[in-house]
């Protein structure tokens, strides 16, 4: 029991490890440690670890383990997609414009803007709907004109929508356009079938689905010819340098695998919290308006504006209740800057310094939604109540 009344609800910035998969690891720290490039029977174990592990991601991925690479977690899968595939383009005359999405995780917009700055590619940034959505129309037009590249999130971190991926992969690959997609915060809850998705490349991060930080995977549809950007021993298949992380894959590996194989029972655990905290938060908590889309939303990931609210001054005073939660990404928080997601979403500058995250997990309880609704109204109208009288 613990003695003051507590509710974490950020898990879109990180889950804990699941036992089973705290088990599956501990093995490859001490008993199997051998560098699994060594040629001996020791490293022979540890590689066959991996294999083991490229062989269970593949399956939830419906795709080859050829086509799996493990990474030292999203960022990097991000970092390698863009641009080991900007390299590629640049290597092969092919055209240097990079598409993407005005909402996408900072390890995508900062690449992008990286390759613009420093490498001579050119982006062009898609505009989203009032959910945060892609727009079908105006991503068609883009990959017309032709490019290197589209990159377009799956679930967005800040809003929770998600993107129709299967129509915007149809689009870029009409048009000849390799497609990527961060589906960071989409894994474990959403389909990652990639032909279902017709994605060319996918990324994706463990901790994220109750497995271990700092491990992720990107996966390279066949035929794609990445240039590493991580370069050294030919480790994964050239596309990737550095001795693998044995422990880590396989928790990565266990993680996903149950994480598919207990979907139906965790989304609905997600979905059942997320929509008594929605309608708790709309009741409870004025002026509280919902972002991100209604429906098509991950089933953990409520999102609100809250209008006139400092949303920096409002995580502290949560956090002195004992909540956690988060005005975006676990990146951006405590920057005082307006959210970029929100704007490009169409709301007011003032509006984008009011946006709140609270995500559930497998952990949540209704007791816990129900105090985090109660604190929050009562910070809410605290904060309004100072707030207003600094104005005055
Ligand atoms: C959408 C998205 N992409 C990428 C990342 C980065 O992943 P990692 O923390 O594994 O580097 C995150 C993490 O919050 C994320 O939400």
Known sequence: MKDRPEAYLDYSASTPVDPRVLAAMMP???EVFANPSSTHRFGRQAERAIEDARATVAAVLNCRPSEIVFTGGGSESDNLALRGAAWRARASGLPSRLITSPVEHSAVTETVAQLDQL?????EIVAVDRYGLVKAEAFAEACRRGGAMASVIYANNELGSINDLPKLAAIARDSGILFHT???????QLSLDVERLGVDLLSLSAHKFYGPKGVGILYVKQGIDLASALTGGGHEAGRRAGTHNTPFIVGLARALELAYQ???????HFQKLRDRLIRGVLERVDPAELSGHPEHRLPSHASFVLHGIDANALLMHLDMKGVAASSGSACKTGNPEPAATLLAAGYSAESAKSGL???V?????IAEVDYAIEALAEAVEKLGKVQREWAS
């Open 28 to 30: 490859y720290f001490s």
């Open 119 to 123: 490498m001579g590619f050119k982006s």
């Open 182 to 188: 961060d589906a960071v915060q989409a894994g474990g």
């Open 262 to 268: 207990e979907r139906d029972e965790r989304l609905a």
């Open 357 to 359: 995250r609270l995500s």
């Open 361 to 365: 997990g497998r952990n949540t309880t």
